[in-house]
């Protein structure tokens, strides 16, 4: 079945660096992907969509310079938290759809622990 | 935007119970509901999921029920084991194929 590899599954850095957190799909080509953040004990929140070659789509409330979205390839997404704080810490999660054929559904990655100290 | 109501946010049941979580949701041209197992630190592993031409789907002991007027969903797991113990999410697809996710629901099984 399809696969998205998500790495690293956990970074702690300290807090003004950046971070880069890497989406890829194994066995198919993800033409959008989805980033997510999801909070201890609350739900998964959209934080922003990307298209292959396009300008990723940020939700209300999201900052696009603060979280960097490069979707170059059809099977590489990159997330790069700019300048982290400890309010940043989180635990982020991609998820890949492709626009190829009928509707697939949605592949998640393993998701990642930000932790900013 | 899409809005995803979900309860109850908290559910213990005895071993062999049913256990339901109902959702709604608030735009009706939303047409794709998935229900997500969520164990903690993990990905969302989906358990089921139903599209709006369809009122109901089963798989062995879980099933979903898609009341499209009313709009509203829900999940129904038969003869609950303590491995189903894990927060549940509920989603609804909205425009531009974007998932909006419930705020879940911990489900614990008790033996």
């Known amino acids: 079945g399809a696969v998205v590899s998500q790495h690293p599954s956990w970074v702690i850095c300290k807090s003004g660096t950046s971070v880069k957190i890497e989406c890829r799909s194994l066995?198919?080509?993800?033409?959008?992907m989805f980033w997510y953040r999801q909070f201890p004990k609350q739900s998964l929140m959209l934080m922003a969509t990307?298209?292959?070659?396009?300008?990723?789509?940020?939700e209300q409330g999201v900052e696009k310079d603060k979280f960097l979205i490069n979707h170059a390839s059809l099977t590489l997404s990159t997330l790069t938290v700019t300048s982290a704080h400890p309010e940043d810490s989180s635990f982020y999660i991609c998820s890949a759809q492709s626009s190829q054929g009928a509707f697939y559904g949605y592949t998640f990655g393993s998701g990642t622990r930000l932790t900013v100290v | 935007g899409e809005n995803v109501e979900q309860h109850p946010s908290t559910l213990s049941v005895q071993e062999g119970d049913s256990a339901v979580i109902k959702c709604t949701y608030s735009?009706?041209?939303?047409?794709?509901f998935p229900w997500y197992k969520q164990e903690l630190g993990k990905r969302p592993q989906l358990i089921i999921d139903?599209?709006?031409?369809?009122g109901e789907k089963k798989d062995q002991r879980i099933a979903v029920t898609l009341n499209k007027t009313a709009k509203h969903f829900s999940l129904h797991i038969t003869e609950t084991q303590p491995e189903d113990s894990a927060v549940y999410f509920c989603?609804?697809?909205?425009?531009?194929?974007?998932?909006?996710f419930g705020a879940g629901t911990i489900l614990r099984v008790k033996s």
């Open positions: 989603a609804a697809m909205e425009y531009g194929n974007k998932l909006v």
């Open positions: 990307s298209n292959e070659g396009s300008k990723a789509t940020y």
């Open positions: 139903i599209r709006s031409n369809v």
């Open positions: 735009d009706s041209a939303s047409n794709y």
């Open positions: 066995d198919f080509q993800a033409t959008t």
